[in-house]
């Protein structure tokens, strides 16, 4: 197996910013306009408060009794009111934390220079450590310090513009950064936030770092 399948390996993109990760353990990113209800979810990391990121409907369709959740404190809130009986695990940027065999790492995530994702609300992302690697998540973002400087093998890059960095701020990113792959993702799937064409367009303006739709 390559380090390019291996780095593959159990990794799905979904809709908007979801990811799904069946590495040690099933793990949720985001989920977001699911089609199934697999409820298979050992773990559900959220970034932050917005509809297309914390969506009880779509936690309900991976979730399982014992699954436990990973966000910043306002998600942490919401949470608990809608599933009173879930494990919570309220984080802040700079957190290290270990669940099912893997290492979580979170980051801050916010905008620089839009409204939308303002620094002082505490939202995250997030680097996922396992054996075969490791994933960034970063959440809606622009080309932050944290971001350009986050030591992972796989970066999962917003690019529709709009409410995070738009193709060309992404691509030029992700050139600085240096990951292994980047593979993009929050564009094309809700209304002003990039379209289908974007996530070529991103591909080709990297330099020295591969890409690959999911």
């Known amino acids: 197996m390559t380090e390019k399948e291996t780095l ?4 799905k993109k979904l809709r908007q910013a979801g990811v799904r990760l069946e590495k040690e353990c099933v793990i949720y990113a985001d989920p977001f306009n699911l089609l199934t209800q697999p409820n298979d979810a050992a773990c559900i990391l959220i970034t932050h408060a917005h509809y297309d990121h914390y969506s009880p409907e779509d936690i309900r369709r991976v979730m399982r009794e014992d699954t436990t959740f990973v966000a910043p404190k306002d998600v942490c809130t919401l949470l608990a009111g809608e599933f009173p009986q879930a494990k919570l695990i309220e984080v802040a940027p700079g957190d290290m934390l270990s669940f099912g065999g893997v290492g979580i790492e979170v980051l801050p995530s916010y905008n620089i220079g839009k409204p939308f994702h303002p620094q002082s609300k505490g939202w995250v992302g997030y680097i996922v450590r396992t054996a075969d690697g490791s994933y960034y ?20 890059v917003p690019i529709g513009g709009t409410y995070t960095m738009n193709v060309e701020e992404a691509a030029d990113a992700v050139n ?4 292994r792959l980047a593979i993009p993702f929050h564009f094309g799937d809700v209304e002003k936030v990039g379209s289908r064409e974007d996530g070529e367009r991103f591909l080709s303006l990297l330099d020295g770092v591969e890409g690959i739709l999911l």
């Open 8 to 11: 593959l390996r159990g990794v």
């Open 137 to 156: 998540l970063p959440g809606d973002c622009d080309a932050t310090p944290e971001f350009l400087s986050a030591e992972a093998d796989v970066f999962f």
């Open 176 to 179: 600085r950064a240096k990951p």
